[in-house]
């Protein structure tokens, strides 16, 4: 049997010629080959620059180093032909020359990223560059960044990643990673293909995400719409932070056992400069409106002395509230500067050591103001350090010769609704537990302390060590955006999905509201509102987990949502994928090649319309159904569906898809109900996915 002429892989990558290099080929069947003569040839000349034969029954000729030149201009080729070598070194058989391959020599290329191993990346992103050079300046066809888990599983690559045609190097690519948790620790690792072939792979970097306080404390909330296919994302950020005012150079905050603060004085609120004067003022991060509802828990500390004063930005308005003193009892006395009149009910004469409650709702002009006294210790309390528990206009169930009280007579009120927008809140001379104000004015009467941050809270102030009256302990003009993530809750790759974006300028973008309508059923979601501070980096995250049941099957575009409920079909759903076979001679069976990253579905859909997303259906009162909403509802599906925008579409069983429709809905009209009945089929094509942040923002169905 002749030697079969050998083949030489056409596909040769570019290698350092200060390298040894093995060039390997195949035979398809013949005789027994012991030894292999290699050809090397000048590609611009034709004239042979190296030749060698081997002894071996391998199929590989290795060609030592300096063999060749780097960065040959044309470069080379090689061809390789077969031998049988009796004991004397006789050519008993020999083959044809194999096919002449091109290739190129060039020095090793250099690979270098921005990150250091080791390094902390403070935000949950990091944008890694990926800098490609070579000595003989081969052009860089691309390059690919890889995210692995600390365990170096695969969670993320940017693919293939061009550059503009024909640059040389040095040559830089550059990918951002979205969604890294905090105090995880990552690896990136850069893959390059040069112009002839050349792929350098970097080690493993490994570097850790991590980011600090300042937080927005618990205020968020995410309530699924079950329903309408969404899940509803609140957030009421309050940035509230009073400061401290008082008649004594240098004097800081008292706090009596860490949960009270103590504002007593002996001359009462008249200004802050004067005597030993204390009060609290919150004048910025908030905003009250007409309607509210105030609570204020505290123990008063003068009589016939201002308690608390709530003014608008310029004070031009005032609403004023006096602690005040009848001969059976103490109330409290509103007026505001507008001729408005209020009188509480009256309470028994405080000694210095009660617990009293004021409640204080307005909505429109009806005021319902009540003071309650919770409790109250038999000893009065002590004022100064002389144990004197009597001193002039304290509060004091001890009468003095020079104390003279008016008759509580409860007088008739005066209320208006008030105009002005109120934004700073002030408190004086009296021991303060904690403040509430909230724009729920549907509570009922209540003395208990609400436990948390609420969407309508507007101010909360507990004083336990502190004067922070909002839910957060930033400063407005420290927040540039607020941002909110979402992930599997269960998820190893353990990445964020920003969602949403809002930019900062005034306190009413601090209130957020946001349909989700991008999430399968079943599946725990972890949401998370971060604040993007002014230099760009992030503040601390604030997590809720949700779970989604879907009651349908619906469909968005990120402006628009369609719910199908009646015969909803999923027609012969394909999952495209490039693959290829082929049939070496000698092998009984065929070699499949998949080496395309294609991997998508498609397939058709069709629905029942039966009129549920018209503005006025009646379909759910009364399970009928309507021509004219059925006409409707199929009209705007049908435009909905031609609108060129990618879709999303989430089930009641938990699918998900990212899809495009790629063709021309069809409308089949069913005669037994007189044409009045639709049912809409259309195919699509998938586009992403919906936890990919990149293929979220390619779609259009986030603006971040």
């Given at each position: 049997m002749?030697?079969?002429?050998?083949?030489i892989?056409?596909?040769?990558s570019a290698?350092d010629?200060?390298?040894?290099?093995?060039f390997s080929f195949l035979?398809?069947?013949?005789d027994?080959?012991?030894?292999?003569?290699?050809r090397i040839?000048?590609n611009a000349?034709?004239?042979d620059?190296?030749t060698?034969?081997?002894r071996?029954?391998?199929?590989y000729?290795?060609i030592?180093?300096n063999t060749?030149q780097?960065?040959h201009e044309?470069?080379y080729t090689v061809?390789?032909k077969?031998q049988?070598i009796?004991?004397?070194?006789?050519i008993i058989?020999?083959?044809?020359?194999?096919?002449e391959?091109?290739?190129f020599c060039?020095?090793t290329?250099?690979v270098?990223?921005?990150?250091?191993?080791?390094?902390i990346?403070e935000?949950?992103?990091?944008?890694?560059?990926v800098?490609?050079n070579?000595?003989e300046?081969e052009?860089?066809?691309?390059?690919?960044i890889?995210?692995?888990?600390?365990?170096?599983n695969?969670?993320?690559?940017s693919?293939?990643?061009y550059?503009e045609?024909g640059i040389v190097?040095?040559?830089?690519?550059s990918?951002?990673?979205?969604?890294?948790s905090n105090?995880?620790k990552?690896?990136?690792?850069a893959?390059?293909?040069t112009?002839y072939?050349?792929r350098?792979?970097?080690?493993y970097i490994?570097?850790?995400?991590q980011y600090?306080?300042?937080?927005?404390?618990?205020?968020?909330?995410?309530?699924p719409?079950?329903?309408?296919g969404?899940t509803l994302?609140?957030?009421?950020?309050?940035?509230?932070?009073?400061?401290y005012i008082s008649?004594?150079?240098?004097e800081?905050?008292?706090?009596i056992d860490k949960q009270?603060i103590d504002?007593?004085?002996s001359?009462?609120?008249?200004?802050s400069t004067?005597?030993?004067?204390r009060?609290v003022?919150?004048?910025?991060?908030?905003s009250?409106p007409?309607?509210?509802?105030l609570r204020?828990?505290?123990n008063?500390?003068l009589?016939n002395k201002?308690?608390?004063?709530?003014?608008?930005?310029?004070r031009?308005?005032?609403?004023?509230?006096?602690?005040c003193r009848?001969?059976?009892?103490?109330?409290?006395?509103v007026t505001?500067s507008?001729?408005?009149?209020y009188v509480?009910?009256?309470?028994?004469?405080?000694n210095?050591?009660v617990n009293?409650f004021?409640?204080v709702?307005?909505?429109?002009?009806?005021w319902?103001i009540?003071?309650e006294?919770?409790?109250?210790?038999?000893?009065?309390a002590v004022?100064?350090?002389?144990?004197?528990?009597c001193k002039?206009?304290?509060?004091?169930?001890?009468?003095?010769?020079?104390?003279?009280f008016e008759e509580y007579?409860k007088?008739?009120?005066h209320?208006?609704?008030?105009?002005?927008?109120?934004?700073?809140l002030?408190l004086?001379?009296?021991i303060f537990?904690?403040v509430d104000?909230?724009t729920?004015?549907?509570i009922d009467?209540?003395?208990?302390?609400?436990?948390?941050f609420?969407?309508d809270t507007?101010?909360?102030a507990?004083f336990n060590e502190n004067?922070?009256g909002g839910?957060?302990d930033?400063?407005l003009?420290q927040?540039?955006?607020?941002?909110?993530?979402?992930k599997e809750?269960?998820s190893?790759?353990n990445?964020w999905?920003?969602i949403?974006?809002?930019?900062?300028?005034?306190?009413?973008?601090l209130k957020?509201k946001?349909k989700d309508y991008?999430t399968p059923?079943f599946?725990?979601?972890t949401?998370?509102?971060?604040?993007?501070?002014?230099?760009g980096?992030?503040g601390?995250?604030i997590?809720?987990?949700t779970t989604?049941?879907?009651n349908g099957?619906f469909?968005?575009?990120?402006?628009?949502t369609?719910?199908l409920?009646?015969?909803v079909?999923y027609?012969?759903f394909?999952?495209?994928?490039s693959?290829?076979?082929?049939s070496?001679?000698g092998?009984?069976?065929?070699?499949?090649?998949q080496?395309?990253?294609?991997?998508y579905?498609?397939g058709?859909?069709?629905?029942?319309?039966?009129g549920?997303?018209?503005?006025?259906n009646?379909f759910?009162?009364n399970r009928?159904l309507?021509?004219?909403d059925?006409?409707?509802?199929?009209?705007?599906?049908?435009?909905?569906?031609?609108?060129?925008?990618?879709?999303?579409m989430?089930?009641w069983?938990?699918?998900?898809?990212l899809?495009?429709v790629?063709?021309?809905p069809?409308?089949?009209?069913n005669a037994?109900?007189g044409n009045?009945?639709t049912?809409v089929q259309?195919?699509f094509v998938?586009?992403?996915?919906?936890?990919n942040?990149?293929?979220?923002?390619?779609?259009?169905l986030?603006?971040?």
């Amino acid at each position: 049997m002749a030697l079969v002429t050998p083949i030489i892989d056409e596909d040769i990558s570019a290698f350092d010629a200060t390298e040894q290099y093995v060039f390997s080929f195949l035979v398809m069947g013949g005789d027994q080959v012991n030894a292999n003569v290699i050809r090397i040839k000048d590609n611009a000349t034709g004239v042979d620059v190296y030749t060698n034969t081997t002894r071996t029954y391998n199929y590989y000729h290795a060609i030592p180093s300096n063999t060749l030149q780097n960065g040959h201009e044309n470069g080379y080729t090689v061809s390789i032909k077969t031998q049988v070598i009796g004991d004397n070194n006789e050519i008993i058989e020999e083959s044809e020359w194999s096919n002449e391959v091109a290739f190129f020599c060039f020095s090793t290329p250099q690979v270098s990223t921005n990150i250091i191993d080791g390094s902390i990346i403070e935000g949950s992103n990091v944008s890694v560059s990926v800098t490609y050079n070579q000595a003989e300046k081969e052009i860089l066809n691309y390059g690919i960044i890889n995210l692995y888990d600390e365990q170096k599983n695969l969670i993320d690559t940017s693919l293939e990643l061009y550059h503009e045609s024909g640059i040389v190097p040095p040559t830089t690519l550059s990918y951002k990673f979205n969604g890294l948790s905090n105090g995880t620790k990552y690896y990136i690792r850069a893959e390059i293909l040069t112009e002839y072939n050349t792929r350098v792979i970097t080690d493993y970097i490994g570097f850790t995400a991590q980011y600090h306080d300042p937080v927005f404390h618990s205020m968020f909330f995410a309530e699924p719409n079950n329903c309408n296919g969404y899940t509803l994302l609140k957030s009421n950020v309050v940035i509230a932070n009073g400061k401290y005012i008082s008649g004594i150079n240098g004097e800081q905050p008292r706090y009596i056992d860490k949960q009270n603060i103590d504002l007593v004085s002996s001359v009462g609120y008249i200004d802050s400069t004067i005597g030993d004067s204390r009060s609290v003022e919150f004048d910025n991060g908030y905003s009250i409106p007409s309607n509210f509802l105030l609570r204020l828990w505290f123990n008063p500390a003068l009589i016939n002395k201002t308690l608390m004063l709530i003014y608008d930005k310029d004070r031009s308005y005032k609403l004023q509230f006096d602690y005040c003193r009848g001969t059976d009892f103490d109330y409290i006395e509103v007026t505001d500067s507008d001729g408005a009149y209020y009188v509480t009910n009256g309470v028994e004469h405080s000694n210095g050591n009660v617990n009293d409650f004021l409640w204080v709702k307005i909505v429109g002009d009806k005021w319902d103001i009540r003071l309650e006294q919770l409790s109250k210790d038999k000893t009065n309390a002590v004022w100064n350090d002389k144990n004197n528990n009597c001193k002039y206009n304290m509060t004091t169930d001890e009468h003095f010769i020079v104390e003279n009280f008016e008759e509580y007579i409860k007088r008739e009120n005066h209320t208006h609704v008030i105009e002005y927008a109120l934004t700073d809140l002030l408190l004086a001379d009296g021991i303060f537990d904690k403040v509430d104000i909230t724009t729920d004015t549907s509570i009922d009467y209540t003395t208990e302390k609400p436990s948390q941050f609420t969407y309508d809270t507007l101010l909360d102030a507990d004083f336990n060590e502190n004067l922070n009256g909002g839910s957060s302990d930033i400063v407005l003009d420290q927040v540039s955006a607020v941002v909110i993530k979402r992930k599997e809750s269960a998820s190893s790759k353990n990445l964020w999905t920003t969602i949403y974006r809002k930019k900062i300028k005034s306190l009413d973008d601090l209130k957020i509201k946001y349909k989700d309508y991008m999430t399968p059923a079943f599946v725990e979601q972890t949401y998370a509102l971060v604040p993007i501070m002014a230099d760009g980096t992030e503040g601390g995250y604030i997590e809720i987990n949700t779970t989604p049941k879907w009651n349908g099957t619906f469909i968005t575009d990120g402006t628009e949502t369609f719910k199908l409920v009646s015969s909803v079909i999923y027609d012969s759903f394909t999952q495209n994928v490039s693959i290829g076979t082929f049939s070496p001679i000698g092998k009984q069976y065929p070699t499949v090649v998949q080496n395309a990253t294609t991997n998508y579905r498609s397939g058709t859909i069709s629905t029942n319309i039966i009129g549920t997303n018209t503005k006025d259906n009646t379909f759910y009162d009364n399970r009928t159904l309507n021509r004219e909403d059925i006409v409707k509802e199929t009209n705007d599906f049908v435009k909905f569906l031609t609108n060129g925008k990618s879709k999303i579409m989430v089930d009641w069983n938990g699918n998900i898809l990212l899809f495009r429709v790629n063709s021309t809905p069809s409308i089949v009209y069913n005669a037994n109900f007189g044409n009045g009945k639709t049912t809409v089929q259309f195919s699509f094509v998938e586009q992403g996915k919906y936890d990919n942040q990149q293929d979220l923002i390619d779609n259009n169905l986030i603006t971040i």
